[in-house]
């Protein structure tokens, strides 16, 4: 079992809607969980980050946790053409290693 | 400044050639690190340098060298490189630890002829 695993995609949904990201992980004492989106050819970049169990909401974007389930999850509202990325998971597993484990990273494409 | 910057953005190097990446970063964070990413795949850890000492090395040959001079700069020294080592080299930087994330540079484009 990977420690960190996404669906790869890609995940398509029309300008508008709502797009669902989707992560599990296997380290039951992870306690630190982001949301990173990385544009072909760039780095990555933080877009959300969320500690305790429940919703947080930055503007369209919307991080869910879920440690009993071990289960994040990721909604972008309004979906936009420059929301077209691949979003990757990343999990501070237990320790304080400083250590992130990613995901491969879900693709996804919103179409006019 | 928020910002990590690396260079150079792009190395074509042989396999004989000797080169170093350079990143810097000036938000104070005391942890560093060395990712690798290849195409369509997540970045991969390297190395980490915890206030200015190697805490992590994932098993990373020998032809890769890392330093951390001071709390601000992070070099990784390149010797003998093979294609398949070929990558987008990611630096990151994060306050102590990675609780609070990271914050990546721009990346290194390395291609190996």
């Known amino acids: 079992q990977k420690e960190v695993e996404q669906n790869s995609g890609p995940l398509s949904v029309p300008e508008g809607a709502i797009a669902s990201l989707n992560c599990t992980y296997s380290?039951?004492?992870?306690?630190?969980f982001f949301w990173y989106r990385q544009y072909s050819g760039k780095s990555p970049e933080l877009i959300m980050f969320?500690?305790?169990?429940g919703d947080k909401e930055d503007g369209r974007f919307t991080a869910q946790l879920n440690k009993a389930s071990q289960y994040v999850s990721l909604l972008i509202r309004d979906s936009q053409p420059s929301d077209s990325a691949t979003y990757l998971c990343?999990?501070?597993?237990?320790?304080?290693?400083?250590?992130?484990?990613f995901g491969q990273g879900t693709t996804l494409q919103v179409k006019p | 400044d928020t910002e990590v910057t690396q260079t150079p953005k792009h190395l074509v190097m042989g396999m004989t050639n000797k080169k170093s990446l350079k990143c810097e970063q000036h938000?104070?964070?005391?942890?560093m690190y060395w990712y690798k990413q290849k195409a369509k795949k997540p970045p991969e850890l390297m190395f980490v340098?915890?206030?200015?000492?190697?805490?992590i090395n994932e098993s990373v040959p020998s032809r890769f060298s890392p330093e951390c001079p001071n709390s601000s700069l992070l070099n990784l020294h390149l010797h003998a490189l093979q294609p398949e080592d070929s990558a987008l080299y990611l630096c990151?930087?994060?306050?102590?630890?990675?609780?609070?994330?990271?914050?990546f540079g721009s990346g290194t484009r390395l291609t190996v002829v």
């Open positions: 990343a999990v501070q597993g237990s320790g304080n290693t400083g250590k992130l484990i």
């Open positions: 938000m104070g964070h005391r942890a």
């Open positions: 990151a930087s994060s306050p102590s630890g990675g609780h609070y994330g990271y914050t």
């Open positions: 380290d039951r004492g992870s306690q630190s």
């Open positions: 340098y915890s206030y200015e000492k190697l805490s």
């Open positions: 969320i500690y305790s169990n």
